[in-house]
């Protein structure tokens, strides 16, 4: 298995910059996530912490608006805050030299020793207060090559070659961390990291390359289509217009002439349009801004980025849909014109059905990928996970010192005993990392892992769980085979049970003879042997992005998080008499919850922002291709209309002569089909090939999609025909 996870060792950085020129400095970091602050008699729960060395500010540019840029991050139990903060905790006094309490493991003062502007969004490590690295050194230096549980950061020199550096980390990657760990040095750039990293424990859940790249070629397609309108209208009116073209070549106009008159129509037109999506933009921009769930432009007006790709749109626009019917309108000849031979000409006819084909097959292939796109969503969100998630409650734990480990076990051993006997609880047990948390919401071990005695070592990232004797209760875990862990069994402190993932790797597929082997994680001989006791069926402990993870849990009475399943009635009583309880043995914690199915949701908002942004985008794409069959429909009916007399004459039926038109969009409708449908399947497939856990390819939504094409097709052209075809034959054979 493939290891690679963006957290690292914590003597990286150093290491690379003392063996590597190319490297100019580093900054080591670690996520604490959420820090519990005393603010007079309230208590904060702080969740974006990070432990930073001193080189950290300087390496990503932050400036100081406050403090001493010499000496901040280089004293234990310091904190550099952010601007929003600072006002949070001292308004408007000087926070530099004042203390916070922070609480839990650390349980002493800190000193604020610098503040710094809020950190932008369009950042991928995000933070509101830094605290010194030093501050947890002890952690550290334990780490050192055994666990990489920190987030390296390297400067490199401007003019690096990234192939030759790459060459460069594998040795390094021996040296330091072992030939036989096959783990090796990975660098990605900063700028990737947001949309085309595909490492594990990446800080924050990033965003996806291919979900851009849709939206983005969803915004071509309905320029296009709203170009293809303005050249199949042009091209279709250049009949009523020859007479116009004849005139002024008689009088002198060259042809030059006349391309650029239509040429500045084209340009007059394109501004027009370009104007009012500006003023459009400017509106809806609050709207597309919540969709999004980001503040992606504040002012359209005032964005140069924005006004330089309006401008060029503006110009390709002005090219594409003028050029071609230019050409047409100034090349009729004015003998003919004027003579009146020319009419009905066939010129830009095949132009005119290429351009139909071009608006039927993409608005097919938006229907069909905005109908795949719900499912997916859809399916992930319904698709059984493995444990039941219902009703149940999930928070962090006091945190505490290592010394006061025996005194919260029995504070912790009885305040489960107080829940459990409340009647609005059903069970209460704990857990190291809750489920639906993101890669780095759970420990793991990259160190290789075997069977005694029954497997040779596997190399791989194997993920580790603590829990206690009544996790497995709480969610509903099934027991494939052996038993949960008990706590009366002093032995299951020395117990392990797997899931089916872990013994699949091995391609062990018979569970019960797995039970009291022993597994050993780590590469030295000398590491704990664990008895297998229960093998736990398969349940997604994240997103379904994501396949189940090999995972070992660990017996341990006292976790850092609890979760609470509550009866049935209402969830709200339930909750106030866990929080009562809660302030009564553990009055300096605050009690912060969260429904553990809500939890999920949420790592699916990415997913289903597509999903709404796809739509969004593909209706009106869908509207403007309506609006440009409904205008060649109705032009098209305009000129046929003598031919719908003399067939009304001849006994045609209104319904007849609908079909009859109609007729004529149906062979183009039929090679759109051929054109999108393998564009649709490739499209697709590689966006549906980001997920671990997927739905087939719905060919079905192909063939709803053409039923929807055909049938705006028909209703537009339906329409157009059916105002000529109820006329008076009188009038319309006398129709010129």
Not at 83 to 93: I, L, T
Not at 240 to 252: I, P, S, T
Not at 494 to 514: G, P, R, W
Request: with cysteine; hydrophobic share 45%.
């Amino acid at each position: 298995m493939a290891v690679r996870d963006a957290m690292s060792f914590a003597p990286s950085g150093k290491a690379l910059m003392d063996e590597l020129p190319e490297v100019l400095s580093y900054t080591v970091t670690h996520k604490r996530g959420s820090m519990i602050i005393r603010k007079e008699n309230e208590l904060v729960d702080e969740k974006m912490v990070l432990a930073v060395d001193s080189n950290f500010l300087r390496l990503f540019n932050y400036p100081l608006l406050a403090g001493n840029a010499n000496e901040v991050m280089i004293a234990p139990y310091t904190m550099v805050l952010t601007a929003s903060k600072a006002k949070k905790y001292f308004g408007e006094a000087d926070p530099i030299g004042q203390k916070i309490e922070v609480l839990g493991r650390f349980n002493r003062p800190f000193e604020v020793v610098g503040i710094i502007e809020d950190v932008p969004d369009n950042t991928h490590y995000k933070f509101d207060i830094l605290i010194s690295l030093k501050s947890m050194q002890g952690q550290v230096e334990n780490d050192n090559w055994n666990g990489y549980n920190y987030y390296t950061y390297l400067r490199l020199a401007p003019d690096t070659d990234m192939a030759q550096l790459n060459e460069k980390l594998i040795p390094l990657s021996d040296k330091y961390i072992g030939e036989e760990s096959k783990l090796v040095f990975n660098l990605q750039p900063i700028k990737d990291i947001h949309l085309h990293s595909d490492f594990t424990f990446e800080p924050e859940i990033h965003g996806s390359a291919k979900a851009v790249n849709f939206l983005s070629i969803i915004s071509i397609f309905i320029l296009l289509i709203a170009w293809v309108n303005y050249v199949n209208l042009s091209t279709a009116r250049a009949v009523d217009r020859a007479q116009e073209v004849g005139l002024r070549k008689v009088v002198g106009a060259k042809k030059g002439q006349l391309i650029g008159q239509f040429l500045v129509e084209s340009l007059l037109i394109n501004f027009l349009g370009a104007l009012a999506a500006l003023v459009l933009a400017e509106i809806l921009l609050p709207h597309f801004n919540f969709l999004v769930g980001k503040t992606v432009l504040t002012s359209a007006w005032t964005n140069t980025g924005f006004l330089q790709k309006l401008g060029l749109f503006f110009l390709l626009g002005t090219f594409l849909s003028g050029f071609y019917p230019a050409l047409v309108l100034s090349s009729f000849k004015p003998i003919g014109v004027l003579k009146g031979t020319f009419s009905r000409s066939k010129h830009g006819t095949l132009l005119r059905k290429t351009l139909v084909v071009v608006q039927f097959a993409a608005s097919l292939i938006l229907i069909a990928n905005t109908i795949i796109v719900y499912r997916q969503v859809n399916y992930m969100t319904q698709k059984d996970m493995g444990i039941n998630i219902d009703r149940v409650i999930g928070f962090q734990n006091p945190r505490f010192q290592r010394d006061q480990r025996e005194q919260y076990s029995s504070k912790f051993n009885s305040f489960y005993e107080e829940l459990n006997r409340l009647p609005e609880v059903a069970k209460v047990g704990g857990i190291s990392s809750l489920p639906g948390g993101g890669s780095s919401d759970v420990s793991s071990s990259s160190g290789g892992v075997r069977i005694v005695d029954k497997t040779d070592r596997l190399e791989g990232t194997i993920y580790v769980v603590q829990v206690d004797e009544s996790l497995q209760e709480v969610f509903d875990i099934a027991v494939l085979a052996g038993r949960n862990f008990r706590k009366d069994m002093a032995s299951d402190s020395n117990a392990v049970v797997v899931n089916e993932t872990f013994l699949k790797q091995f391609n062990i597929s018979d569970y019960e003879t797995m039970i009291n082997e022993k597994i050993q994680l780590g590469r030295n001989p000398e590491n704990d042997m664990y008895k297998i006791v229960g093998v736990f069926r398969d349940y997604n402990r994240t997103t379904l992005k994501n396949s189940v993870e090999p995972t070992v849990f660990y017996y341990d009475e006292l976790q850092r998080n609890s979760v609470v399943r509550l009866n049935a009635g209402d969830p709200t009583e339930g909750i106030k008499a866990v929080e009562a309880t809660w302030r009564r043995f553990f009055p300096d914690a605050p009690f912060a919850y969260s429904f553990v199915d809500s939890r999920f949701e949420k790592l699916y908002v990415e997913d289903k922002k597509f999903g709404l942004l796809f739509g969004n985008f593909s209706i009106l794409a869908i509207i403007v291709a309506s609006l440009g069959l409904l205008g060649l429909a109705s032009f098209l009916a305009i000129q046929r209309t003598k031919e719908v007399g003399v067939r009304k004459v001849l006994g045609a039926s209104t319904g007849n002569i609908i079909m009859l038109f109609f007729k004529d969009f149906i062979y183009l409708l039929g090679i759109a089909v051929v054109i999108g449908v393998p564009l649709v399947y490739m499209s697709m497939s590689g966006w549906l090939s980001n997920y671990a856990y997927r739905i087939d390819f719905p060919w079905w939504a192909m063939i709803v999609a053409c039923l929807i094409i055909g049938l705006f097709a028909f209703v537009t052209v339906g329409l157009q025909t059916y105002r000529v075809a109820v006329l008076d034959p009188a009038k319309t054979i006398r129709h010129e």
